[in-house]
Nanobody, 133 residues
Framework: QVQVVESGGGAVQAGSSLRLSCVAS????????VGWFRQAPGQEREFVAA????????YYKDPVKGRFTISRDGSKNTVWLQMNSLEPEDTALYYC??????????????????????????WGQGTQVTVSS
């Protein structure tokens, strides 16, 4: 079973940047779709971004398009979420998740898959991002 650990969160002011990291242990997750989700207090966990196994395709929630970038490096067994121009609305606990049940998934992925929490079978504990105005 893959275990992932997120890091890189913090408390910043609006307009700042942060880079979140998701590192896998126990086994590589280089064949898996990996996503970032976030959960603000009192709200449901929501999709933020996803990347396919090769890194050739990325997907984003509309409010973060153009501000956030998801990327991965197989040699480091790591997926990053670069977050620029942060807004107070980005404040949340950010989770990394992966789908080990469908390795090497090719083609254009459907939002009903990559934005669905149930598509992912392993999750990290989260890293807190707090953005003040």
């Amino acid at each position: 079973q893959v275990q992932v650990v997120e890091s890189g969160g913090g408390a910043v002011q609006a307009g700042s940047s942060l880079r979140l990291s998701c590192v896998a242990s126990e086994r590589t997750f280089n064949s898996d779709v990996v996503g970032w989700f976030r959960q603000a207090p009192g709200q449901e966990r929501e999709f933020v971004a996803a990347i396919n196994w090769s890194g050739s395709r990325t997907y984003y929630k509309d409010p973060v398009k153009g501000r956030f970038t998801i990327s991965r490096d197989g040699s480091k067994n790591t997926v990053w979420l670069q977050m620029n121009s942060l807004e107070p609305e980005d404040t949340a606990l950010y989770y990394c998740a992966g789908d080990s049940r469908r390795p090497y998934l090719n083609g254009i992925l459907s939002p009903s898959y990559y934005a669905n929490r149930d598509s992912y079978d392993f999750w990290g504990q989260g890293t807190q991002v707090t953005v003040s105005s």
